[in-house]
C-alpha cells in the first residue's frame, strides 16, 4: 500500500511535469515570432549594428530592425505584413502585446484577429488598436490597411474588411475603411505640427492596398512585384 501511494505521488508529479512542460512550450510558441520572406535582401541590425543579411525564407527576428531591399514578408499567426522597398522596421512580441515599429517607408497588415493588443509607432507617435470590427463575410473577415512613416509624418490607414479603434495622443479614434489618420504632418507655412488628423484615401490607393494584402495572404505572405504604395492618396474632409 505504501509503495502503491508512491507510485501514485510519482503519477501525479510527472502529470504536472508534463503539464508544465507543455504548457511552456505553448507559451514560446504562443508569442510566435514568425517568418519573414524577402523578395531580395533583408538587413538585420541590433544596437545600431548590421549583425546579418539573407535572401532567403528565415526566422523572424524579435525586435530586431529589419531592411528591405526589394518587398519583404512578414508571418506571424494572427497578423500578416509587406513591406515596400527600402521600408525599415521591427516587430516585437511579448505576451500581451505586439508591436510594429516603422522607422521609414510603407507596411501593409493584414489582420483577422487580435491575440494580443497591436500597437504601430513611428517617430511621430504611436497608434494602441484598442478593438478591430470586421466586417461579415463567408470566407472569414480580414482588415486591411497600411503604416507608412517618413520624416515629416505618419500615417494609419483601413483600406477595407472593417474599421479599427486606435488610441492616439488626441484620444482615442475610429478608422474607417476608405479612411486613414495622419500624425505630426508638418505645416507647409513653418507652424507648428498638427495632431492626429483623419482623411480619406483614394479608390486608387484603396484598391492596391487591397490587392497588395489579398496576394499576400494567397501567397502566404504578400509578395508581389506591383508597387500598391498609398503615396496617391489625397487628403479630403471624411
Known amino acids: 500500500m505504501k509503495k502503491l501511494r508512491k507510485n501514485n505521488l510519482f503519477i501525479k508529479l510527472l502529470v504536472v511535469l508534463v503539464v508544465t512542460l507543455f504548457s511552456t512550450s505553448g507559451f514560446c510558441a504562443g508569442l510566435n515570432y514568425g517568418r519573414i520572406f524577402p523578395k531580395g535582401k533583408v538587413f538585420i541590425y541590433k544596437d545600431g549594428q548590421k549583425v546579418s543579411e539573407f535572401s532567403k525564407e528565415a526566422p523572424l527576428s524579435n525586435g530586431a530592425l529589419i531592411e528591405c ?15 515596400e522597398d527600402n521600408s525599415v522596421f521591427s516587430v516585437s512580441t511579448d505576451l500581451y502585446s505586439r508591436e510594429l515599429y516603422v522607422s521609414k517607408g510603407t507596411v501593409y497588415f493584414a489582420v483577422s484577429t487580435m491575440d494580443r493588443t497591436l500597437v504601430f509607432k513611428t517617430d511621430h507617435g504611436s497608434f494602441t488598436t484598442k478593438q478591430v470590427l470586421l466586417n461579415a463575410s463567408a470566407e472569414g473577415g480580414v482588415l486591411k490597411g497600411y503604416i507608412k512613416a517618413s520624416p515629416e509624418s505618419a500615417e494609419l490607414g483601413v483600406a477595407e474588411g472593417g474599421s479599427m479603434v486606435v488610441s492616439t495622443f488626441n484620444g482615442d479614434q475610429l478608422i474607417r475603411s476608405g479612411n486613414r489618420i495622419v500624425l505630426a504632418q508638418a505645416n507647409l507655412g513653418g507652424g507648428q505640427p498638427v495632431g492626429a488628423k483623419s482623411a480619406k484615401m483614394s479608390t486608387a490607393a484603396k484598391a492596391g492596398i487591397g490587392a497588395a494584402v489579398l496576394a499576400a495572404i494567397a501567397a502566404g505572405v504578400l509578395l508581389t512585384n506591383d508597387s500598391s504604395d498609398p503615396k496617391d492618396a489625397s487628403p479630403s474632409t471624411p
Do not use: F, T
Not at 69 to 83: E, Q
Open 69 to 83: 531591399k526589394g518587398r519583404c514578408g512578414v508571418k506571424l499567426s494572427d497578423l500578416y505584413l509587406v513591406a
